[in-house]
């Protein structure tokens, strides 16, 4: 496919277990960014990568949050210990923005709703 | 937290009326760039201003940017059903890091 995959697409967990969300950006895509949506929301930001390096993660709420993109492309969001206030859809968009590159849409996954019980 | 609000919070109108959403932001910006979505669904990109831009069309959507009054409005014309979803204006606030900030997004409903 052509567009942005994220996997699962729901995801229940209980407090305190550990949870791992993934994006497949559109190929050839350099920047990644993953943003959180509450109920009723706007999305906010959480982290952007340019290829594997992450150049801003000053939205990522607490130091449970990590997130990955070592070669890249694929990247991954992991949440450690959950709690209830993590519950949201997690959305990743990826866009052709790089160096000497602005003004550039993003391109949004499906996203991953996740709850935590 | 959001950078800014959008007017109104719900808004309904009936098939074939023109539909007018407004954004207010509070700093200066790089550009500024509309999204919808459906229920459920990811966000789709609609239409992107540059901030020494004042105005720009894409089919029936017609942005305007207020640098000034740190503004914006979307108007999409002769509304079809499909047209119901959530609307947000977001702003990238620096070339380089081009983040989006959302607002709390406009619910537009047309009436078949």
């Known amino acids: 496919g052509a567009g942005v995959s994220q996997s699962p697409r729901y995801k229940v967990a209980k407090r305190g277990q550990d949870v791992a969300l993934r994006c497949d950006p559109i190929?050839?895509?350099?920047?990644l960014f993953w943003y959180q949506q509450a109920l009723g929301q706007g999305p906010e930001f959480l982290t952007y990568?340019?290829?594997?390096?992450?150049?801003?993660k000053s939205g990522l709420p607490s130091d449970r949050f990590f997130a990955e993109r070592p070669e890249g492309s694929v990247s991954t969001l992991k949440i450690q210990r959950t709690q209830q206030e993590d519950s949201a859809v997690y959305l990743c968009?990826?866009?052709?923005?790089?160096?000497?590159?602005?003004?550039?849409?993003?391109?949004f996954g499906d996203g991953t709703r996740l709850s935590i019980l | 937290s959001q950078q800014g609000e959008e007017d109104p919070q719900a808004l309904s109108i009936q098939e074939g009326e023109n539909a007018t959403m407004n954004c207010s932001y509070k700093t200066s910006i790089n550009n500024l760039q509309w999204y919808r979505q459906n229920s459920g669904r990811g966000l789709v990109h609609l239409i992107l201003i540059r901030s020494n831009e004042r105005e720009k069309h894409s089919g029936r959507l017609r942005v305007t940017l207020d640098t000034s009054k740190k503004s914006s409005s979307l108007l999409i014309t002769a509304s079809r059903a499909a047209d119901t979803a959530s609307y947000f204006c977001?702003?990238?606030?620096?070339?380089?890091?081009?983040?989006?900030?959302f607002g709390t997004g406009t619910r537009l409903t047309i009436i078949p």
């Open positions: 190929s050839g895509h350099v920047s």
């Open positions: 968009a990826s866009s052709s923005l790089g160096v000497g590159r602005s003004n550039q849409p993003q391109h």
């Open positions: 990568f340019q290829n594997e390096a992450q150049l801003d």
């Open positions: 977001a702003t990238v606030l620096n070339f380089g890091n081009e983040k989006l900030t």
